[in-house]
Each structure stands twice: as C-alpha cells, then as structure tokens.
C-alpha cells in the first residue's frame, strides 16, 4: 500500500456549504441549518483509490469577509483547492475567479484546483447552468465538478477524483517535493520515488 | 446651560414616548406621526414591527455613529431604519449641547445609551435590572464586537468609511451576541464578575493541569490554555506575566457554548480579547478532547503559524490524560451530580451564591423547591442581581444587607475574600441569618478546594 499525504483547502463565499461536503463525505450526515464557520476547521479525510491510501488534511475556511484575509494562511503549500459555489447564486460564482487568481498569485506549486457548483438540488431556482460553469473552470485550468450536500450526489467522487489527480502528480516524472509519498517498506525495496519524509508539519 | 438641557431632555422624554413599546395606543400614534407614510401599507407594517416589539421586554440595539444599523436582538435591522434614525437623533441632539445622552426612563420602560465611537449600543429593558447592569450588557455585547473584529481595525473601517455597512463583517457572529445577551441574563458569573468551576477534586485537577502545564510550557508564544467543560472551567494555565480577564474569559466561554462545529473538527480562529488587548488578534486553538470527553481545550497564542505545533500538543495531551486517567476524571465530574446546598445542613436556607473575591471565582449551587420553575429562578436571579449592585454601588462600601421580601429573606454579606448572597424563607430572623453566614463560612471551607480553582500555574 502506497500512503499519500496531501492539503485540501475549501474556499469559497459564505453559505454555498463547504462545511456541509466535508462533513457529508466525513461523517456521512448533513444538517439543514449550519452554523457559520468560524476561521478554518481542520480535518482529516481518507480516500482509498487503487493501491493508494490517501489521507488529505482539510481546511475548511470560513466565507465571511472578515476572515478573508486569513485564508492565505491555509491554502500556502496546498496541493490542492476546491472553490465551492452555490449553483443558485451568481455572486457566489463570480467570487470564484478571485479565489482562483488569488491562488495562483500566491503559490509557485502545481495545485489541483477544483471548481465545485453545490445545490444543484435546487433545480427551480438554479442559475448557473452545467455548461457556463465548465466552460468557465477550462478556462482557469480547473477542473469542475457538481454535488449537493441535501441529496449526497457527487460528495463521494468529488474526493475520490481529487485523490486520482493528486497521484497522477505524484506519479508524474516531476513529482513535486512536499507531496507526501510512503511506501511501505516490504512493498517497496528499491522505488527511488519515496519522499523520506517523517511526519512534518507546515509551519513554514 | 442647565435649563436648556432640561428642555431638551423633555422634548427627549415625548419623542420616547412615541416609540413606548408597552403601550399599544402610542405606538399607534408612531404611525400616525410619520412625516410622510407613502401608503397606509406602510403604515401597518410599523404597528407589526412595535407589535413584534412588544413581544420581548429586553432590547439591544448597536448601530454606527452614521446612524447605519448593525445589530437588533429581535426582528430584522433593515425595518427599524426610523427606529434607528429616532436613536441617532437622540444621541446626536445631546451631544450638540456638549453633554452625554445616558439613560431615558419613561414609566416601566428604560432605555440606556453606550456610546463608543464609531458604534453606538442601545438597551431598552422593561424589568427591573439597574441601569448599571444594562449598561455592561451593552459593554459586554461591545467587547463581542471587538473580539470579532479589534478595536484597530473597527476604528480604521469607519475612518475610511463612516457610512460603512458593519453587517458585512460582522455576518455569522450575530448568533454569538444572541447567545452572549442570554447569558447575561441568565449566569450569576454576569452579575459577579467572575468564573464558574467544574467541581472535582483538587487532587485530579491538579493532575489535569500539570498535564496541560507540560505540554504547553515547550510551546513558544503559547499565552494562555483553558480546559473548559460546558459552563465551568476546569483548568488554566497562563504565561509568566499575563493573565486573563474574566470578561474575556465569558466570551471565550459563550464561543464555546454556542459553537457546536468545534465538537467535529479542530478550528483554528482569531480572536481578540477586549480585555486584555483590544488591538489585535490571538490566535486559538479549539478542539474538544476526544469523542468521549467532552472538554474543549483552549490554546491561545499570538503566533499565527502555531496550529500544528498546537495539534501535536492537543494530541499529545490528550494520550497523556487518557494514560493517567484524567480523561476518566473528567467525565466523572461532569456527570457528577453538583454538591447540593442540602449538604451543608442549614435551616431556613435556600439558596446563594458564593463568590471567592480574590480567585474571581463563585459557586451556584442547583436550585432546588422552592425554586422549581424557570420564572421562579429567573425572578430569584433579579434579586441577587439588584442585592449585588448595591453591595458595589461605587464610592461606598457596604458590608452587609438584610432584606425581608414577601417570598424570601435576603442577606448579603461581603469580606475582604467573599462576598456572599444568601436566600432564606421569609420568615428567618437576622440572627438566624448571620449565623447561617459562619456556619456556611465553616463548611465552605472543607468544599472550597473541590468548588474553586486555587492553582492557576504559569510557564
């Protein structure tokens, strides 16, 4: 078994229910009402995918404006990024190529950034249709991918896709360094790609 | 200079009473007196706004200096614009005469001013809780303001902009003043300025904290940890030189008690303690021990960068206490039942709080008959409540009171260490009252090491 150890962060405008994935995908339930997030949560989620055990370390930050100035903070060394919107807010949409830019701006490492439209459960009054929303994350580089949280679609694969990309970058010919790869050792007498890494924290 | 202000004030006193939220006829007379009611639609959606009103005797309102609305306890700001406008006015038509707007009092209604440029805050209350005590509700919900946001920063916002809309910034964080206002209604730490403690004995916490005490004394730039369960605290550790409020320790107890995302995950958030440094942030580390112990660590520091190290040492502490059994030892207390007023054997008394002077620390012990119902208790909360402001009214120093009421006796009782407050039946005479007072003095002291936090270390 392979072990992986990769940063998620969840961004994205207040209320579009970045709490509410993580906590459908950890936990498996999911509340109505809930409560703003206050500064960023911190979570462990697995993934299990081939011979891969992924453990990724979530940030979820919170929406509200006042915390904005703190996300940097979170998303500084992630491997990679989900923008959350709500498929029933444009406002929330338009944040999202903010968030991206500010992103890039502030990152030199490959990141996997994923643009998710939430609520999609809210047919009546959607607003952001499939098509724009795709169009608009091929042409920030990001992949885009739709859930909702109220009828648990696309919470599972969200993670489970976000895993495959994080070990295609591992497996790719440049890995990048701070992408946690373990091997086991019996499985793995001579693989040259193991990054000798104890568990290190980010504190740069 | 006086004699205009007098008549300010009485034009004062007839626009309140205007906007008298108990009397349904002159609330009426609002409707009436609106410059220009576009339709009679309007007019009856102010009764439904004084009406919905009505329904609460306690109000808090904060708005900008600007007059922009920011907080109301009940109902939506954006309908109370004349409501808000009426407030300015107020204040502003004081200020022009170079004095300070501090309390309007009409019939049962009171209405108390804080000003803190750039926000206003505006209590308006139909019990009988002093004016005093409605204006630290009002500082208290002020301070929330600022460990949300920093005095700095709150001052630069409305430098920039006065015209500036708070509520952007402040969105999410108004259920935490919801809950901080209940709690200034409803916990005797409120009206004593001090802590609650989670009963154990002093052995175990002794151990919890030299546990807390040795992971956090290797953290750099570590300031303050809390061991919190519900309302009490259970543990403190602090930094050599610095110590913490108990305002600022209500706040932190409110975010706690308000917040039920920090049972699932671990935060990691500003925060601001009015208290101790109103102008900037710390940083907190919040996570609960572990899944089956339900006490909420908190690690303050000002290092912004410090999460992992703090993970590492919240886990660490966490082994350690599962190891040593004060995981065990917790939970025991917490659903312990609380030492009863019964224990100490003393005839006639029904029930008090008990406040440790010097360690900012009290006890309440659980109501029991006749104290059964929530009014009853409330009701009893209002008499300690206008007994503790006299027993600290400013500029005097008042020793003891005894007080016959027509369902209890009261006595008050204040040392150089304790102050005391005591509920009797109504019949019990002074005699039997003050030598309730040593007999209780005598058993607190064989209880006190289990009910109060005596070791608060510094690393």
């Given amino acids: 078994m392979k072990r992986l150890t990769a940063k998620l962060v969840f961004m994205g405008s207040q209320g579009v229910g970045k709490s509410s994935i993580i906590t459908r995908y950890i936990k498996g339930d999911f509340k109505k009402e809930c409560e703003a997030t206050i500064g960023a949560s911190f979570m462990y989620a697995k993934v299990t995918l081939r011979d891969y055990q992924i453990t990724l370390k979530v940030w979820d930050t919170a929406g509200q404006e006042r915390f904005r100035s703190l996300v940097p903070m979170y998303y500084r060394n992630s491997d990679a990024v989900a923008i959350i919107f709500d498929v029933s807010d444009r406002d929330s949409f338009n944040q999202v190529k903010n968030w991206i830019n500010e992103v890039r701006k502030n990152t030199d490492t490959p990141v996997v950034y994923y643009v998710v439209g939430n609520k999609t459960d809210l047919i009546d009054t959607r607003v952001i249709m499939y098509e724009e929303a795709e169009e608009f994350a091929n042409s920030v580089n990001a992949r885009y991918w739709e859930t909702s949280v109220y009828s648990n679609t696309g919470i599972q694969d969200l993670f489970t896709n976000i895993g495959r990309n994080l070990i295609e970058i591992v497996e790719s010919s440049k890995p990048p360094v701070h992408l946690k790869l373990e091997i086991d050792p019996e499985e793995a007498p001579n693989n040259e790609r193991i990054n000798n890494s104890k568990i290190q924290c980010c504190t740069n | ?459």
Wanted: charge should be negative; proline fraction near 4%.
């Fill in chain 2, 1 to 459: 200079m006086e004699k205009t202000q007098e008549t300010d004030t009485d034009t004062l006193i007839s626009d309140i009473n205007d906007i008298a939220i108990h009397d349904p006829v002159i609330s009426k007379s609002v409707t009436e007196n609106e410059p220009e009611p576009s339709s009679s639609e309007q007019g009856s959606s102010y009764e439904i706004l004084f009406d919905q009103l009505k329904e609460n005797n306690k109000h808090i309102f904060v708005l900008s200096t600007a007059g922009k609305p920011i907080y109301t306890r009940f109902g939506n700001e954006n309908q109370m614009a004349s409501l808000f406008g009426l407030m300015i006015a107020l204040v502003s038509v004081t200020q022009d005469s170079n004095d300070t707007l501090q309390s309007i009092c009409c019939g049962q209604t009171r209405i108390v001013f804080l000003n803190k440029d750039p926000i206003i805050l505006v209590g308006v209350s139909q019990s009988s809780e002093p004016n005093d005590q409605i204006k630290k509700q009002l500082t208290y919900v002020y301070n929330n303001i600022i460990s949300t946001l920093t005095l700095t920063q709150l001052k630069k916002i409305f430098h920039n902009r006065t015209n500036f809309d708070l509520r952007r910034l402040m969105s999410g964080s108004e259920r935490l003043i919801d809950k901080l206002i209940t709690f200034t209604e409803t916990d005797p730490g409120f009206l004593l300025d001090s802590i609650s403690c989670l009963q154990m004995p002093s052995s175990s916490r002794d151990k919890i904290t030299q546990t807390i005490l040795t992971q956090c004394s290797k953290i750099k730039n570590l300031v303050f940890g809390l061991l919190i369960a519900q309302k009490h605290i259970i543990s403190i550790v602090r930094m050599k030189k610095y110590s913490l409020h108990v305002s600022d320790i209500h706040l932190i107890l409110n975010l706690i008690n308000s917040t039920e995302s920090f049972k699932t995950a671990e935060t990691w958030t500003p925060i601001c303690l009015p208290t101790f440094d109103s102008s900037g942030y710390m940083h907190a580390h919040i996570s609960y021990l572990a899944e089956d112990c339900q006490a909420c660590l908190v690690l303050l520091t000002i290092d912004h960068n410090l999460f992992f190290a703090l993970s590492d040492a919240k886990r660490k502490i966490t082994e350690k206490m599962r190891c040593n059994d004060c995981l065990h030892e917790i939970n025991e207390a917490i659903i312990r039942q609380p030492v009863s007023l019964a224990r100490a054997n003393i005839t006639g008394l029904r029930h008090l709080l008990y406040k440790n002077k010097n360690r900012s620390q009290h006890w309440c012990p659980p109501f029991t008959s006749p104290y059964n119902t929530i009014a009853l208790q409330q009701n009893l909360m209002s008499v300690y409540s206008s007994l503790i402001s006299q027993m600290n009214f400013p500029g005097r120093t008042l020793k003891v009171i005894f007080q016959q009421l027509t369902a209890e006796t009261m006595l008050a009782w204040a040392t150089d260490d304790v102050e005391l407050y005591m509920s009797f039946e109504p019949l019990v005479s002074k005699e039997c009252a003050t030598n309730a007072v040593t007999k209780l003095t005598q058993w607190m002291k064989k209880e006190e090491d289990s009910l109060f936090i005596f070791n608060i270390p510094m690393f």
